[in-house]
């Protein structure tokens, strides 16, 4: 087995918080994936190059909830900008395929809001 072997630790410079890193992911998620998809918890991970925020990004709905985790993007943690992410087809894949699989729970609630606004409202 391989051992490699890291002599210097990177120096971490974090200039950005993890709810700048969950602003930076949102903002890349609505210009390029879509809406209905919700940025979890920041985790730093850093390499021998730079430190990066790893933000979790979910699909979610309003009268749902999270339904599943679809991907991640990270931002780096020095200049906030997002470096890499889950390929965009791919997240998009995983969040149909989320749906789908949750279509019965996901009408189901969505018709049990409706009704309980229809209700509140006198409508």
Known sequence: MLKTVIEKQPQMIRQTSPEDAKAAATEFLLDFVG???????????ASALRSVWIVPVS??????????????????EETGEVVAWTPIEQMKTASQKLRTKREPQISEQFQTMISATNSSTGA
């Not at 809406?35 to 991970?45: A, D, E, H, I, K």
């Open 59 to 76: 699909l979610s709905y309003i009268h749902t909830g999270v339904l599943g985790e679809i991907g991640v993007i990270a931002v780096d």
């Open 35 to 45: 809406s209905q998809l919700v940025v979890g918890n920041p985790v730093s991970m």
